[in-house]
């Protein structure tokens, strides 16, 4: 938990500017963004405490602590409460067992027709999908995973029109996770394997984004209606909140879908 904590602070002083935060400029700086005496000031605290947390020393801090951070750090909502959840140590590592869904809700996708939909695990391995999902992703599962898909199979970016947005979110909300199950190590290892696969993962996993599940629409590349946009949307199973509902609301064929 420490050790995650520290980076998390390290990386948002990192990207924040002085001007970002209302302060004078100081001439060149050897490092980029604010000075840890620089956050200590606009948060309220020492820079020797703020040095210890950075450290990953095995120091508590209050609420109002992580608070004023953020509010100095100026960070976002998920931000915020990711920063709480390490502080607060996250949950304990579980063992590295296969994952699977319950039947009940394997079962799902499969009623939801044609309009794409599957399961995801703590690491978003593919725990069930239907026919649609898999002829829209190309193979994803079950068996599969998404966040590998998304990164090492070409096919992903011919699927997702915004790939490079579409990437980045979803590695966010891994490290999200990351940080909610320190030391798990099933997600250990997909962090490595996917840095050691993935140019674009070892450029932006240090930049620690984090971001959790929301509903939206993208713009995908379907096989048979070409270039279309879905709405989607994401439920978390309530016996297993780690476990995730995906679906997408798939236009008919005769509807809004484009030309390629």
């Not at 499969?110 to 703590?122: E, K, Q």
């Not at 909140?241 to 030309?259: N, R």
Request: net charge neutral; glycine share 10%; aromatic share 6%.
């Amino acid at each position: 938990m420490s050790t995650e904590l520290g980076a998390f602070l390290r990386s948002r002083r990192e990207r924040l500017t002085p001007a970002d935060a209302g302060l004078p400029p100081t001439g060149r700086r050897r490092t980029p963004g604010l000075r840890r005496e620089e956050l200590a000031l606009l948060a309220g605290i020492s820079a020797t405490w703020l040095t210890y947390l950075e450290q990953g020393r095995d120091v508590r801090p209050s609420g109002q602590v992580l608070d004023a951070l953020a509010r100095a750090l100026r960070l976002t909502g998920a931000e915020r409460e990711h920063l709480h959840r390490l502080a607060g140590g996250g949950v304990a590592p579980e063992e590295s067992v296969g994952e699977e869904a319950a039947p009940e809700v394997a079962g799902v996708p499969a009623l939801l027709g044609d309009n794409p939909a599957y399961v995801t695990g703590i690491c978003y391995d593919v725990l069930a999908c239907n026919d649609a999902a898999d002829e829209l992703f190309r193979g994803i599962g079950p068996g599969g995973n998404i966040v590998r898909w998304l990164f090492t199979e070409p096919a992903a970016r011919e699927v997702l029109v915004d790939w490079e947005q579409e990437a980045r979110a979803v590695l966010a909300r891994l490290r999200a996770i990351a940080g909610q199950h320190p030391g798990h190590p099933r997600v250990t290892r997909l962090v490595a394997e996917l840095t050691e696969a993935s140019p674009e993962v070892r450029a932006w996993w240090p930049q620690y984004d984090v971001q959790f599940s929301q509903a939206g629409r993208k713009r995908l590349r379907h096989p048979r209606l070409g270039l279309i946009t879905v709405a989607h949307a994401a439920f978390h199973v309530a016996e297993r909140p780690e476990q995730t509902l995906v679906v997408y609301h798939l236009p008919s064929a005769g509807g809004t879908a484009a030309s390629r």
